[in-house]
């Protein structure tokens, strides 16, 4: 069952993100071209600084869908209730927390943004974005309840209906009235309705959640909850500082113009990213109930097939950003918006060390790890911030995400090898350091080998171009990583016959 939930899973997750990116080019394409570069440059701001807001809740999302595992397994409705409805009242106190401190930021906007020439207010703008922040976080909590009872793609259904419909009715809307403010307004209307669907579904599935119990959670379960909370408020202000000031950063230094350039390789560099880690998070709440049974062998024996799976995805994803994504966003929104090779090869290169945290994230979720690193991400959003503005001086673009480059290698060189590779798996930091070295080596031999491949043949028919890149971009990493890495492990046999079986079951029968 474990393995048939996280299959629905992982293909409703790639279906949504498939969507995503062909819907996230049509609409941008549309905004572009209608009302400039610099609406985008302003989505991509406003994004990155609500972000920052998302630090209100404190993890609460993951330490829910962490203590849901064990009443699930035992169908302990009674604590379940009483859980969801803890987690209700937290989530309403986060959406009024969110608004507040959003209100608080207005009159610092105009600090941050150099060069604002757009005819509306700062504040008229960013308070559609604040609406819609808030928005998101009501009625979420039921979405935990289906994440953590391995039920994911029913909420993946609803968020592919949302996209679907805000995408095609922010299009009508701008090419019916080319006003920006009433396309904020369908945003925030279809996220409302998206969030009722899937409250609706929540309850259909678990009727005893529309008469949850007001009542005290148990003393050890809010102890935990409140470690948890503790480390997980770290964990948030260390991933906006390396996530998710990039934009902010751009914004003040180089302007609206260089944020809205960035923003249309970040919506397929991002959407890539998506596909990849969601094949993998898919399995989060299995991997959670997997290590509810304390055996070590299996747990490391699954935790290799998925990063053998995940290695593949990124070795091969990292390669193709780096070989297709120029020529791509050249022919789509044209050759005015296109950045550096150079920056580029950052931008590859930060996007496959971000990539292999998926698996060890996968694993530190589902094992509840929050509080024992908690000090990680104020070293790493330290060092982010700083080394981003040195290289920033020097590099201009480039330098923001080689200063990330750099902040991640703090969480490679603690938490993962002693809390993850060490705790939970039981093997030696010498193992780890093996792997992770090796396949980092393997993915800057398959750039470089792909990139001179495609440098190499031209044609004049640029279709035709981008079609080779990708053809280039999927058979040499892929070959190059079965034969110096994934071919030597006993874990791919394993990882090919899980495959096989799941094949056999969901899809041919």
């Known amino acids: 069952m474990k393995t048939k939930n996280t299959f629905y899973n992982s ?15 049509f609409s941008r394409k549309v905004l572009i071209s209608i009302l400039g570069i610099e609406y985008q440059g302003i989505n991509g701001l406003f994004s990155n600084i609500l972000s920052m807001l998302s630090i209100a809740e404190l993890g609460i999302g993951m330490t829910m869908i962490y203590h849901l595992y064990q009443p699930l397994k035992n169908k302990d409705v009674l604590a379940i209730q009483t859980l969801m409805y803890f987690y209700k009242k937290c989530y309403i106190g986060i959406a009024g927390i ?18 604002y020439s757009l005819p509306y207010s700062l504040p ?14 009501l009625f979420s909590y039921k979405r935990s309840i289906l994440i953590a009872d391995q039920k994911n793609y029913w909420v993946i259904f609803c968020d592919i209906i949302y996209q679907l419909s805000s995408k095609f009715l922010q299009v009508i809307v701008l090419l019916c009235s080319h006003s920006f403010i009433l396309y904020l307004f369908t945003m925030i209307i279809c996220r409302l309705v998206s969030n009722l669907i899937i409250s609706y579904i929540a309850n259909k599935r678990y009727p005893f959640l529309k008469h949850l119990k007001k009542q005290p959670i148990p003393t050890t379960v809010f102890l935990d909850i ?12 260390g991933g906006f500082v390396v996530l998710g000031t ?4 751009i914004s003040k230094y180089l302007g609206l113009t260089s944020v809205g350039i960035y923003s249309n390789y970040s919506l397929i560099i991002n959407s890539i990213k998506s596909i990849c880690t969601q094949t993998l998070t898919a399995s989060t709440a299995s991997v959670g109930h997997l290590l509810i049974e304390k055996d070590t062998k299996k747990t490391y024996e699954i935790f290799m097939q998925l990063y053998i799976l995940n290695g593949a995805l990124i070795n091969c994803a ?18 005015k918006y296109l950045i550096s090779e150079f920056t580029l090869f950052i931008l590859a290169l930060n996007f496959c060390i971000t990539g292999m945290r998926t698996v060890f994230s996968v694993f530190k979720e589902a094992g509840g790890i929050l509080y024992e690193d908690r000090f990680i991400p104020i070293i790493e959003s330290f060092i982010n911030l700083l080394t981003s503005l040195v290289f920033l001086h020097y590099f201009g673009l480039a330098g923001v995400f080689m200063g990330t480059i750099f902040s991640s290698t703090i969480l490679f060189t603690y938490t993962y090898p002693c809390l993850i590779y060490k705790k939970i798996l039981g093997r030696t930091i010498g193992e780890y350091w093996k792997e992770i070295l090796w396949f980092e080596i393997l993915a800057l031999v398959s750039m470089i080998i792909s990139k001179h491949i495609c440098n190499s043949i031209i044609t004049t028919n640029i279709l035709v171009q981008i ?3 990708i053809v280039v971009s999927i058979c040499i990493p892929n070959i190059l990583f079965i034969l110096f890495y994934a071919y030597w492990k006993p874990e791919t046999k394993a990882l090919i016959k899980r495959c096989k079986t799941i094949f056999r079951k969901n899809i041919i029968r």
């Not at 409140?226 to 202000?237: D, E, P």
């Open 11 to 25: 293909i409703a997750s790639i279906i949504y993100y498939l969507a995503t990116i062909g819907l996230g080019i």
């Open 246 to 249: 990039d934009n902010i950063l």
């Open 124 to 137: 008229a703008i960013y308070i559609w974005f604040l609406l819609d922040s808030v928005c998101s976080y």
């Open 318 to 335: 990292t390669t193709g950003i780096y070989c297709v994504t120029t020529p791509l966003i050249g022919q789509i929104f044209g050759k």
């Open 226 to 237: 409140k470690q948890k909370v503790k480390g997980s408020f770290f964990h948030k202000i």
């Open 98 to 115: 969110i608004f507040s401190i959003g209100i608080l930021i207005i009159p610092v906007l105009k600090y941050i943004i150099h060069d």
């Open 467 to 469: 079609g080779f890149y």
